[in-house]
């Protein structure tokens, strides 16, 4: 059968469909006679159509209508076979290969739900795609921020043998080791600034979210998904200030690499940070506690700026060490 034919046939078709003027319901009128005061007759909606009746006009148009599609589409599927087209159901979308599976829950025991007018997302935006190691070329004036630099700019290097743990652990402590904390209202005389990866290696200094940037740079660069990795601003409730770390989403949970303690650590084992928002990528999340757990005070995220002059010191280690002795451990894309 030629598509002409079955053209054809589309159109024969289409002559089972009902007139439209068949199948419509009257329009309702005015009704005329009416008392203020009075309530409507009893049994009429429009005039000349008793309740009953109109509902039986309708049914009986909507079973025709039904009936003429069911046929029509019949004929049309029918038709399409004839020349080799068949109707399909459109494919599954696949699974994502092991090892990239997405992670389905959030950090700290929180719930995230996706927002993107947040203000920070400027900053965010503009720090992550700083993330070449030609980027720390040529931007040091003294031996020891030469010495500084270089072995940022290495690290990608030494970090090709390790194990996915080994590289967080090493990005971690290098840059824990590195950089040495300092305000932004000291730094850049300013309340809140992100500075870029190679700003904080060139000076040396910076606050919590210049060392959670450096990090991600440092680990994107070594082969870590960026889609993996989320910059997260949180509320450090013990003591009592806004914070900043990396999280690391794996088939294990999520790593998080802290510039107030050395080792990595799973968010599960401590329970006084409090998320408010994160980034991933091009994507950002609000944070809070689900229904029936501890209630959170609301806070202004415009007023948040991670960072502090109060000593780390009174930071908890976790007591238990959770993620000491995990194996296989693999990235995995955030939800």
Not at 24 to 48: D, N, Q
Not at 136 to 143: D, M, P, Q, R, V
């Amino acid at each position: 059968m030629s598509l002409h034919t079955v053209a054809l046939a589309m159109d024969e078709t289409a002559a089972w469909a009902p007139n439209e003027r068949e199948i419509k319901t009257e329009r309702p009128r005015l009704i005329s006679g009416l008392t203020p005061g009075k309530p409507f007759p009893a049994e009429t909606t429009s005039v000349g159509m008793s309740i009953s009746t109109k509902r039986q006009t309708a049914d009986a148009s909507s079973h025709q209508f039904r009936s003429s599609h069911r046929t029509v589409r019949a004929h049309t599927t029918a038709a399409l076979r004839s020349v080799g087209t068949v109707l399909r159901t459109p494919p599954r979308r696949a699974r994502p290969p092991a090892g990239t599976r997405r992670s389905g829950t959030s950090f700290f025991g929180t719930a995230a739900i996706r927002f993107s007018n947040i203000a920070t997302a400027r900053d965010w935006n503009r720090v992550r795609a700083v993330a070449d190691d030609a980027s720390f070329t040529g931007i040091c004036l003294s031996a020891a921020c030469q010495a500084r630099v270089e072995k940022i700019r290495l690290f990608s290097a030494a970090a090709e043998d390790a194990s996915f743990l080994e590289k967080l652990q090493a990005a971690n402590s290098l840059v824990n080791r590195s950089i040495a904390y300092q305000e932004d209202r000291v730094v850049y005389r300013r309340l809140d600034y992100w500075a870029s990866p190679a700003e904080t290696a060139r000076r040396g200094i910076g606050d919590c979210e210049d060392f959670a940037i450096l990090k991600y740079n440092l680990l994107l660069n070594a082969g870590v998904p960026a889609k993996s990795m989320s910059l997260v601003v949180l509320k450090d409730t013990k003591r009592d200030l806004y914070h900043a770390v990396l999280a690391v989403s794996t088939n294990k949970g999520h790593y998080i690499l802290d510039n107030v303690v050395d080792r990595v650590y799973l968010d599960k084992e401590v329970s006084h940070y409090q998320p408010l928002f994160s980034f991933s990528a091009d994507r950002s999340w609000l944070h809070g506690r689900p229904a029936g757990n501890t209630q959170q005070k609301m806070v202004a995220i415009e007023s948040v700026a991670p960072g502090t002059d109060r000593p780390a010191g009174v930071f908890l280690a976790p007591a238990s060490v959770a993620s000491a002795g995990q194996t296989d451990v693999t990235p995995v894309f955030r939800d």
